[in-house]
């Protein structure tokens, strides 16, 4: 299928969208972006266009062919499924499996819901929290998140050069994304020695690089400095 069937839609710095551009290089399948911004024009997620493909009205979507994708997580375990043959994201056997899924699944569903755009954009707007408090509510989750995280993957036995053996799956796939969120939030790592050598291993790979927001066609070019 080449990149012109295959079509994510995107912004440049979403962590959810990063995600699943780690997995797709990972499968070495191509596609092209089609962007999504979060902000201007009152957010283009919010475009009858974009709403008529993905209700939910979030990023990212991806479109292979005629059938449509939602959800990161699902759009990677499709992936996954569909492209067993390369660069598999999820263990073989079922307890790995359900420890990959659990430490990917502590990101997905206990810290990044909490620092996600739309929920800060309610607190600033609807409960009017002032810019220093809605960044000490981010940093505060971010930890508690990674606190939990350190923990499990410097204290099992499973954890390899990556968060599980010695390949990248669907535990770096999405912790990676979140790391790069904790910087942008100025939360201090220096905690979490175990998630940081974890991101060393993942960051010179080629599919981790590219998918790294700067260097998305959206981005703009202060970011690229």
Known sequence: MSDQTRKLYGYWRSSAAYRVRIALNLKGLPYSTIPVHLVDNGGEQHAPDYHAINPQEL???LVEGERVFRQSLA????LDEMYPQTAPLLPADARSRAR???LALAVACDVHPLNNSRVLQYLERN???AQDQRDAWVRHWIAAGFAALEELVAN???TGTFCHGDTPTLA????IPQLYNARRWSLELGAYPTLLRVEAACVPLEAFERARPENQPDAPESSKG
């Open 59 to 61: 990023v990212p979507t």
């Open 156 to 158: 099992e036995a499973t």
């Open 127 to 129: 409960l009017h929290i």
């Open 100 to 102: 990959v899924r659990s």
């Open 75 to 78: 759009i990677i375990e499709y």
């Open 172 to 175: 770096d796939v999405l912790l």
